[in-house]
């Protein structure tokens, strides 16, 4: 299974661009690679998914470099609400069907006005 | 649109006794249901999966089972709760091998 490995926790301000980078060296080839937020207290929340290159959403963006060993999960013009935990996990198809999602400890972003 | 129900939303129980912590799915058929557990200030940890009525993975040997007994409800259970169990229970959905799995809002279990 492919292990992630992304900063504990960044501080950001008010209106800045922040990028969280997440390393996963041994990434499969089928694998896809999910970015999601937790606030405490409430499940996870699905931000963007991607296999390759640039992923864009209405709430952000993920590069992919091409040689897949890591993952960037940028946020343009962050607000005090996008305070959370992120998590970048790499999907793995288990026997007989459905995915198994890997988390690990997250990154704690802290945005101040 | 799909939703994801879990209840109840927080549980005390005593050492010992039995649980059932329950899911729903709306607006799908034939989903990927998945239980995970969250300690606190950790990542989620998979503990069940099932891909079908009846079909249930375990992932972690522990003190719990789950079971589906209709297309789109999942049950995490126990017969005898270990101090151990507490933590916040996730359940998830997916369409079949699409990847992307979403959450209810979880049931904060405290065993005491």
């Known amino acids: 299974l492919a292990k992630t490995t992304q900063p504990i926790s960044m501080d950001s301000y008010e209106g800045q661009e922040v990028n969280i980078t997440c390393s996963h060296n041994n990434i499969a080839t089928n694998d896809y690679i999910t970015w999601y937020q937790q606030f405490p207290s409430q499940g996870p929340r699905f931000i963007i998914q991607?296999?390759?290159t640039k992923v864009t959403n209405e709430v952000a963006s993920l590069f992919i470099p091409a040689d897949r060993k890591s993952s960037t999960l940028s946020l343009p013009r962050v607000s005090l609400s996008d305070t959370a935990v992120y998590y970048c996990?790499?999907?793995?198809?288990?026997?007989?069907?459905?995915?198994?999602?890997?988390f690990g400890t997250g990154t704690q972003l802290k945005v101040e006005l | 649109s799909q939703t994801i129900h879990q209840w109840p939303a927080t549980l005390v129980q005593p050492v010992g006794s039995p649980l059932s912590l329950e899911c729903t799915v709306e607006g799908t058929s034939n989903p990927n249901l998945y239980w995970y557990r969250q300690a606190a200030g950790r990542g989620l940890q998979l503990l069940f999966y099932s891909v079908g009525i009846g079909q249930i993975s375990s992932e972690v040997p522990q003190n719990l089972s789950a079971s589906r007994p209709q297309d789109r409800q999942f049950i995490l259970s126990s017969k005898k709760l270990l101090l151990s169990d507490s933590g916040f229970y996730l359940c998830a959905w997916e369409r079949d091998r699409q990847e992307t799995q979403y959450f209810g809002p979880g049931t904060r279990l405290l065993v005491l």
């Open positions: 996990l790499v999907g793995h198809l288990l026997t007989g069907g459905g995915n198994k999602l890997t």
């Open positions: 991607g296999y390759k």
